[in-house]
């Protein structure tokens, strides 16, 4: 397993950024830096399992660990989804944190990903494109 660190500096309110990142149409925009057409099924409340999606239907499910409303969103990734079917895989503590530090400029947005082997170099080339994304939608979007 690799633990991985992102931050970005992001001038705007925490509560602007939270919006950015799990607001449908704009988790639209900013995942697109992993997949083009990614969206979500589910709701973010603690305990609960989310689904995000390719436009071809595939992905993964999660469990949300974590949602404290404009500080942090973590995921427990579970397992894939394949046409349909859900298969539970054996990736032990993947998880995804997104944690949102107010400061007297906006706020700086740190995101630490636990990941297998084969997901490390995808994350790596595609997490600071994603978080360029959200600190462009953060900063400019009304």
Known sequence: MHKLFFKIQIDAPPEK???????????????????????????FEEGSIMKFFDPDNNGMYSSVEKNIANKEMKFLHLGEIYDGVETVQDW??????YILEETPTGTILKVEIQTPEEF????????????????????NQL
């Open 92 to 97: 032990g503590e993947a998880t995804e944190d």
């Open 17 to 43: 950024v939270w919006d950015v990142l799990w607001s449908d149409m704009t988790y639209r925009q900013w995942t697109t830096a992993f997949t083009e057409g990614s969206f979500y099924m589910g709701t």
């Open 120 to 139: 490390k170099s995808f994350f790596e080339e595609k997490f600071p494109t994603a978080l360029g994304i959200v600190k462009n939608l953060s900063e």
